[in-house]
């Protein structure tokens, strides 16, 4: 059954509106899943803060120009599934590469971020980017350290002057 030329404009704004909040696109093949296996890696996707969508390349590629990025077409060939990732682009990332190695019939084949399309190595060199927590943790530790650094040399002359009251008062008490 065709799809109207009113629809397809509907689904390619609907495209648009979930790219402008993407941080990402992760495109995957996915002939062969069955439709338990597709629905529960879109639950499971739904999870990272992303969404998995079946698309028609054509579709999809009109909307990524609309909104500026790159649509390669190397991407867009054959049955293809599109994941937009609205958060943290590793969690996603990781999902799909592991479900790729379990089911051995899901296949990633690359992703956009802006203006830049990568392969299924780039996907694989997302998931070994850490989370937003580690990040976090990172920067909070480079903050830190110069400042404990700084406390504990303002806090040497005290603690050096306190030791040798210390050591007096030990004397005085030896005397007496």
Do not use: H
């Not at 597709?38 to 639950?43: G, H, N, T, V």
């Not at 500026?68 to 996603?92: H, I, N, Q, R, Y």
């Not at 806090?155 to 005085?172: D, M």
């Amino acid at each position: 059954m065709a799809i109207t030329r009113e629809k397809k404009g509907e689904i390619i704004d609907g495209y648009v509106e979930r790219l402008r909040r993407s941080q990402a696109v992760i495109v995957t093949e996915y002939r062969g899943l069955t439709v338990k296996q597709l629905e529960a890696l879109r639950r499971e996707l739904r999870g990272c803060e992303s969404e998995m969508v079946v698309t028609k390349n054509t579709l999809a590629a009109r909307a990524l120009t609309e909104v500026g990025m790159a649509a390669p077409e190397s991407l867009l060939k054959g049955p293809v599934a599109v994941t937009f990732c609205f958060g943290e682009l590793a969690a996603p990332a990781k999902t799909l590469n592991k479900w790729a190695k379990d089911t051995k019939v899901l296949a990633v084949r690359g992703g956009i971020i802006g203006q830049s399309a990568f392969d299924e190595a780039g996907v694989q060199s997302l998931t070994e980017l850490p989370s937003r927590e580690q990040l976090r943790a990172q920067v909070v530790g480079a903050l830190q350290s110069p400042l404990a650094g700084l406390v504990n040399v303002l806090a040497g002359p005290v603690r050096g002057f306190l030791n040798v009251l210390n050591a007096r008062i030990g004397q005085l008490e030896q005397a007496a």
